[in-house]
């Protein structure tokens, strides 16, 4: 007797609230805790795909995710076709307070770490002017790694954000006591910027310019990662759009005009010439020629006819065509294609599993070794001010994150810029592996041209001049949307200038005017 496996679905969630690599990471780790449960979480497009086998909810994962303190939901598909244009830029809004915080980190952080560093601007009584412009920093500007320190340290976790949190926190605080209760705030204090390594008395120096400038080079750090995210997610709304927005459908008799999304399996369609095929499907009446480039990468328009499929989102280059819906919505070619790139962002290659499981470690690690710092500096009887100092420098150095954040960014634009220029790229592992390719092997011509033909010569029966010839086919060829026939009118048009004019023209299909 045998015994059937139980089936596995997968499911894909959204989640919220994640900062850096390590927020992933303990995504990931609480997710696959859960019996029968197999879970990815991917940092750059926060999104978790997970493999269930067995009866577990989706309201069990989300709930997982959410008492692991993040938020998750189950993403809303995206239906092939242009975007409505209601005026509203939902990922301008999403870096617009990043945006606000990262212009006034620059602004103030400037001219304190200008200050800090170049003794001739250290006026009298400069170090309060720098308190003043470091505290909007420390405290607005780096609000999201204070509030997400804050969350994480609720559930006992540790992530980048809270180096950071404790890193700029340790230097502003430290500055505070220096200037209220130790000598830094004397009049005629001065900051010397020296290139050697000397022990001074740590309540005579202030880190406000460490504070400052930290903070804004890690919210630097993080609105042009989301501009990449945003970049990379636009190949994807691109291709989704490609799609025909209305499609005229055969109803009763009569040709009514409708939005994509209310056609369904078995419908008759017309196609028009010039128009975009709505969806894909099997011709029942007409003929002509589709352009089907933005597939193939071929500039030659395929011949079809009854019974012949075609694909959505591809243009109908010649005449009238009856079709009959086969597949809609995200049965159809380009949502699938779309579903390719998208999976190819979600998933995870080699370096980024390394990168991730570092990052997980990486922060506790940092928090011990400051401790420690503290601990032998205090063994060593040199006081709390030296001990202080040194394990606010440790916690300072290991602030940027770039460990879990440039991996997943690098996939992900890369997948995205290959999906703008027409190179689907099924994972990221495949990207990867490309720097073992020694050899490219190309089907068509169609990969590597610009997809327009040009008239490259011409020959002539005896008796008639290539002038003659060219000017008798240009003016025939005018009249047709064919791209050949554009090949050979142009470059009539170009040599000889003026075409005649043509009379009773008639286009057959699959053999030309």
Not at 11 to 26: D, H, K, N, P, Y
Not at 309 to 331: P, Q
Request: some cysteine.
């Amino acid at each position: 007797m045998t015994t059937q496996a139980p089936a596995s679905t997968e499911v894909e969630l959204q989640i919220g609230g994640m900062t850096c690599a390590s927020c992933a990471a303990r995504i990931e780790k609480k997710l696959n805790r859960m019996d029968g449960v197999t879970a990815t979480v991917n940092y750059a497009t926060e999104k978790a795909k997970v493999n269930v086998t067995g009866a577990v909810e989706v309201a069990e994962l989300i709930a997982t995710v959410e008492a692991t303190g993040y938020t998750a939901a189950v993403p809303r598909p995206a239906a092939p076709g242009p975007a409505e244009p209601d005026g509203h830029d939902e990922p301008a809004d999403e870096l617009a307070p990043l945006r606000q915080r990262l212009i006034t980190a620059l602004a103030l952080a400037v001219p304190v770490i200008a200050m800090a560093m170049v003794p001739a601007l250290q006026f009298d009584n400069w170090q309060w002017l720098s308190l003043t412009l470091a505290a909007p920093v420390v405290t607005y500007a780096a609000w999201p790694f204070h509030r997400a320190a804050w969350t994480n340290a609720r559930h006992g976790a540790a992530t980048m954000d809270t180096l950071v949190s404790l890193g700029t926190g340790a230097a502003f605080l430290w500055s505070l006591w220096a200037l209220f209760f130790g000598h830094a705030g004397m009049p005629g204090m001065r900051h010397g910027f020296e290139f050697t390594i000397a022990r001074s008395d740590g309540s005579s120096n202030i880190y406000l310019e460490a504070a400052a400038g930290v903070t804004a080079f890690i919210l630097a750090g993080r609105y042009f990662e989301a501009r990449s995210k945003r970049t990379a997610g636009a190949a994807l709304k691109a291709l989704l759009q490609l799609g025909a927005k209305d499609v005229t459908v055969l109803r009763g008799g009569t040709e009514v005009r409708v939005p994509v999304a209310e056609l369904t399996v078995g419908e008759l369609f017309v196609v028009r010439p010039g128009e975009k095929i709505a969806t894909d499907g099997v011709v029942v009446e007409g003929a002509s020629a589709v352009d089907a480039s933005m597939l193939t990468g071929e500039s030659v328009p395929v011949e079809v006819g009854v019974g012949d499929t075609v694909t959505g989102a591809t243009v109908n280059a010649g005449g009238r065509l009856v079709v009959r819906a086969a597949r809609v919505g995200a049965d159809t070619q380009l949502a699938r294609m779309a579903k390719l790139v998208e999976d190819a962002q979600s998933g995870k290659a080699a370096a980024q599993r390394l990168a991730d499981r570092i990052s997980a470690v990486f922060v506790p690690v940092v928090i011990t070794l400051a401790l420690a710092t503290l601990g032998y500096w205090l063994g060593t009887g040199e006081g709390w001010t030296a001990a202080f100092t040194a394990a606010v420098a440790v916690l300072i150095i290991a602030c940027p994150c770039a460990l879990g954040l440039a991996t997943p960014t690098a996939l992900l634009v890369g997948t995205g810029r290959g999906a703008q220029l027409g190179v689907l790229i099924k994972g990221p592992e495949v990207l990867e592996n490309t720097r073992r390719v020694d050899t490219v092997v190309l089907d068509k011509t169609g990969t590597v041209t610009t997809g327009r033909m040009t008239l490259l010569a011409v020959r002539t029966a005896e008796g008639v001049t290539e002038e003659e010839a060219l000017r008798l086919a240009g003016a025939v060829e005018h009249a047709s949307e064919h791209p050949i026939a554009a090949a050979v009118a142009t470059a009539a048009a170009e040599r000889l200038g003026t075409l005649p004019a043509v009379e009773g023209f008639e286009n057959v299909p699959g053999l030309g005017v």
